[in-house]
């Protein structure tokens, strides 16, 4: 038999699951909801596929010059290779950054009250 009055509410599994909890606890530590947003990207397996990827890219650019000097490049060609990898391996790094200040942000210990 069924007890009158007990029916279980969706709001007690919601709250209690752990990346609610967890954005919960992030919120009340101050993080933005972009930060919150950028938090949960950054557990997900998801993130984790993109930053090896960004990885293997930014190894790829490294080897830009090998390649070229292997090919007798001039040195103004090498030196202008050199200048465009690092201003894109410099924006590409800034992908990784942004996550992983939020996650930095969102998981930051509380501020004790005063």
Do not use: H
Not at 41 to 64: M, P, T, V
């Amino acid at each position: 038999m069924t007890q009158k009055g007990t029916a279980l509410k969706p709001d007690f599994f919601m709250s209690n699951m752990p990346s609610l909890v967890a954005d919960k606890v992030a919120e009340k530590k101050g993080a933005t909801d972009e930060e919150r947003m950028l938090y949960v990207l950054s557990k997900s397996a998801g993130w984790k596929i993109l930053s090896e990827y960004i990885d293997n890219l930014l190894e790829d650019l490294d080897k830009i010059n090998e390649m070229a000097i292997e090919k007798g490049a001039t040195f103004d060609v090498v030196g202008q290779n050199q200048v465009v990898i690092n201003l894109a391996k410099s924006l590409i790094k800034k992908i990784t950054t942004k996550v992983d200040d939020a996650k930095e942000a969102c998981e930051k210990p509380e501020e004790p009250a005063e």
